[in-house]
């Protein structure tokens, strides 16, 4: 009879067991910290600024300036500003976390809204 000897036959067995542990967590959660409860609910996300319009209204009459509109988007409380010129396309969809400063050509603000 013949012996066969495969000299890597060990090196090609280990590879494919490493190979195959490294899966082994594929698709599972990764493990909890220590000192952590993992039956608990994970923390919620604090909500985000809404806009209201009314303490932004000083602005109405007032040049569009930089720091008027950084003034007005503070005051109302919305996560961000913009300017609507007349004319321009805007997009149409509500977002309740922006203010909206409507100007006239001279860039006077006319109205303060959200949306």
Same mark, same amino acid.
């Given at each position: 009879?013949?012996?066969?000897?495969?000299?890597? &036959? $060990? +090196?090609?067995?280990? @590879? !494919?067991?490493?190979?195959?542990?490294?899966? *082994?967590?594929?698709?599972?959660? #990764? %493990?909890?910290? &220590? $000192? +952590?409860?993992?039956? @608990? !609910?994970a923390?919620?996300?604090?909500?985000? *600024?809404?806009?209201?319009?009314? #303490? %932004?209204?000083? &602005?109405?009459?007032?040049?569009?300036? !930089?720091?008027?509109?950084?003034?007005?988007?503070?005051?109302?409380?919305?996560?961000? %500003?913009?300017?609507?010129?007349?004319?321009?396309?805007i997009?149409?969809?509500?977002?309740?976390?922006?203010?909206?400063?409507?100007?006239?050509?001279?860039?006077?603000?006319?109205?303060?809204?959200?949306?």
């Amino acid at each position: 009879m013949f012996k066969i000897s495969f000299p890597c &036959a $060990g +090196s090609i067995a280990t @590879a !494919a067991l490493l190979m195959m542990t490294g899966c *082994a967590g594929y698709g599972q959660a #990764p %493990a909890a910290p &220590a $000192g +952590s409860n993992p039956g @608990a !609910a994970a923390p919620t996300p604090p909500p985000a *600024a809404l806009c209201d319009a009314k #303490p %932004a209204q000083f &602005a109405v009459g007032q040049a569009s300036t !930089a720091s008027v509109m950084e003034s007005a988007r503070v005051r109302s409380g919305a996560q961000m %500003a913009r300017i609507l010129r007349p004319g321009q396309m805007i997009t149409k969809e509500f977002n309740a976390q922006r203010l909206n400063l409507q100007v006239d050509a001279n860039g006077r603000i006319l109205a303060v809204n959200c949306g």
